[in-house]
RNA sequence: CGGAGUGUAGCGCAGUCUGGUAGCGCACCUGGUUUGGGACCAGGGGGUCGAAGGUUCGAGUCCUUUCACUCCGACCA
């Protein structure tokens, strides 16, 4: 490609609403535009050409593991997501709108009803599966706020494939396969990334892995070992049982009068005791489907910190919001006093698994300016539940040794389905015995085009991109420093007519810019190498440059053909 | 949804307090000079000042309503 016949349109100018790394040499070196605000992005000619090589990544090793691509259509009727009980559960993500029949549509976030539909009207015996069918589409999710260009805007390209099995065994087996390709995929775009335990969120089902991204700027908060391979989302991060070396407060049951004693803090001040001993009450407000509500009590101890994610699951709830002062106390509960064990009627008490069998507890009595001491939960039957947020410097369950925080991009995501959705969807098959049976599923994701902005911030420096090998927009720069330098157009062109020859992707510079002009340009753009044809050629002498430390390396005219060849 | 702010040329902004010819930088077009780190000179094109209503002889500017966007928080495969 010749610079001057190729759009890209590059600013010197940050826009004011960027932040990160790639939101800013994304558009400033031209690969996508914003569309008023809001989330959306146009692809300009090199976005596309870099979001179709990494698209074409995901492809080859999809379909080398066996998958088959399919394209669904984006605008999907709602009556199948009233079916999955999603209409209702996935929230205001969901755009919902009518047809002009007044039927109900959506656009979909992801596919689990359309390709379940497909494949329940076209699968019906054991001797077709296993399948796994992907796309890779526009997704749109109404995000509340879309931010940080590409990472999280509203409209986005994903990767989404569902796979459908006759056995849990089989469904097990392909999810391992698929851990093993998105590894190839993410390595052969020249990441730095980490597979996590994670939360299944709203999709649902139970085992689930994220693949993260290293980067300071991710919006995922990470557990890792340094010492062995545990990584998990904090959102599903669990550690080995604390335990507390300080005294356990041995007291009998008894209330006690504590005024102005609202806090942990305070608490343990108060009676002088770790907060370990401490029973910590969060009180939540948790939504259900159709506008049903009610307010739940979650225990720990107060050495720990409540994680919502898991407390959310812990009810089933589909979010977990703040409540108001009136709402605790028209709930009979009282602010800084509340306490697991006396509670009004009916409010439903989730204990945290550290709680089981614990002694000497100090709670809230539900009482202004009061507190129990003494209590035990040896053998109290309750609702335990893993809550607790694992901490910094908190020990890995697997080896016992210290665990750290990291920041992640989450760009891939695998799930282990089960029939959550075959079931009430209907998708059977008929197995070896003529029984029908719900299909087992599991279903992964890549953001694509969240890669882009993935692989940018991972890969950049103070002056713009540097792309990876199979990322990059060309393979190769090759940049003539005046154009009114015949000798300079000259070896320019012959260099560039050598390498399409070969097959390379190579853009050719050879705008009437200055030389100061076109390296701010190849710096912003990020290609991986370029060849500097410049003054010294009148020596006889070319640069080798490499983006990545902006290495310059001066060779011989005669020489850099070789190189060329050799290297490409 | 809560708090704060901003809407003026493709982008970034001034002008609004104190009403009176629509401005600046970047980008773009023409001509010339320049060519190793985002050049310079001269000339030029481009605007329903977010929208609607009101006050006024006159509104980008004042009043009312409304919409959109941004930032912080909440939220988020």
Redesign the pocket.
């Known amino acids: 490609m010749r610079f001057s016949r190729i759009l890209i ?5 940050t ?3 960027a ?1 990160l790394a790639s939101h800013i040499y994304l558009i ?1 070196g031209g690969f996508i535009q914003s569309v ?4 959306l992005y146009n692809f300009l000619p090199l976005g596309k050409k870099v979001l179709d090589k990494v698209r074409a990544i995901v492809k080859d090793e999809l379909d080398k593991a066996g998958c088959q691509e399919v394209s669904l259509s984006f605008v999907t009727p709602a009556a199948l997501w009233q079916e999955s009980g999603r209409f209702e559960k996935y929230g205001k ?1 969901l755009l919902r709108f009518k047809d002009r029949k007044n039927n109900d549509f959506i656009l979909g ?2 596919h689990e009803e359309m390709m379940v539909n497909l494949v329940r009207q076209t699968v019906k015996s054991y001797k077709q599966l296993p399948l796994n069918l992907y796309q890779i589409n526009l ?1 749109f ?1 109404d ?5 940080f260009g590409l990472m ?1 805007g509203r409209e ?1 390209l ?1 990767k ?1 494939g569902y796979s459908f099995h006759s056995s849990v065994e089989d469904m097990k087996r392909e999810f391992d396969l698929m851990e093993e390709t998105y590894k190839k995929i993410f390595t052969r775009l020249g990441l730095k990334f980490r597979v996590v335990e ?6 649902g089902g139970s085992g689930s892995k ?1 693949f993260m991204v290293l980067a300071d700027s991710g ?1 995922d908060t990470i557990v890792v070992c340094d010492n062995c391979e545990y990584a998990a989302n904090v959102e599903a991060a669990v550690r080995k049982e604390k335990v507390c070396e300080a005294e356990a407060p041995e007291a009998v049951f008894a209330k006690f009068h504590t005024p102005d004693t609202k806090t942990i803090e305070a608490l343990s001040k108060f009676f002088h005791v770790d907060p370990y001993y401490l029973v910590k009450t969060v009180a939540k407000k948790a939504l259900y489907d159709e506008g049903k509500s009610e307010v739940v009590l979650f225990a720990l101890r107060g050495s720990d910190e409540l994680q ?2 898991k407390a ?1 699951n812990a009810v089933n709830a589909n ?4 409540i108001t002062e009136d709402e605790l106390a028209n709930a009979g509960l009282i602010a800084g006093y509340m306490g697991p064990t006396v509670v009004p009627e009916g409010l439903k008490v989730v204990f945290d698994t550290n709680l089981k069998d614990a002694s000497s507890m100090i709670c809230g009595a539900n009482e202004e300016d009061h507190h129990l001491i003494g209590n035990s939960f040896v053998g109290v039957e309750a609702d335990y539940h893993d809550l607790v947020a694992v901490q910094e410097g908190d020990l890995c369950s697997c080896c016992g040794e210290p665990m750290r925080y990291t920041k992640g991009i ?1 760009a ?2 695998i799930f282990q389905l089960g029939t959550q959705y075959s079931e009430p969807l209907g998708a059977n098959f008929l197995d070896e015995n003529g029984k029908a049976q719900p299909m087992v599923m599991g279903t992964y ?3 694509v085009s ?1 890669l882009l902005a993935a692989i940018i911030e991972q890969n950049h420096d103070d ?1 713009g991109c540097i792309w990876t090998k199979e990322s990059a927009p060309f393979d190769l720069q090759i940049i003539i ?5 015949e000798d300079q157009v000259a070896l320019g062109e012959k260099l560039y007519a050598l390498m399409l020859e070969k097959g390379v992707d190579v853009l050719l510079d050879e705008r ?6 076109k ?3 190849y ?2 753009l990020g290609v991986p190498h370029a060849v ?6 009148s020596d006889g002498l ?2 080798f440059v490499t983006r990545d430390g ?1 290495v ?1 390396q001066e060779t011989s005219v005669d020489a850099i053909e070789n190189i060329l060849l050799k290297r490409f």
């Open positions: 349109p590059t600013t010197k100018e826009p004011n609403d932040t400033r008023g605000g809001s989330g993500e976030p992801t997704k999710r995000e509340i706020r879309p931010r999280r986005f994903m989404d994670a939360d299944s969120g709203a999709i994220e919006e919502i994610v959310c979010d977990l919001v703040d989450e891939g995501h994701g890549i953001g969240r002056k420093s005046n154009i009114k330098d009437k810019d200055r030389f100061g002009a390296m701010k340009d710096e912003l500097v044809i410049g003054k010294k050629l070319v640069e902006m310059k």
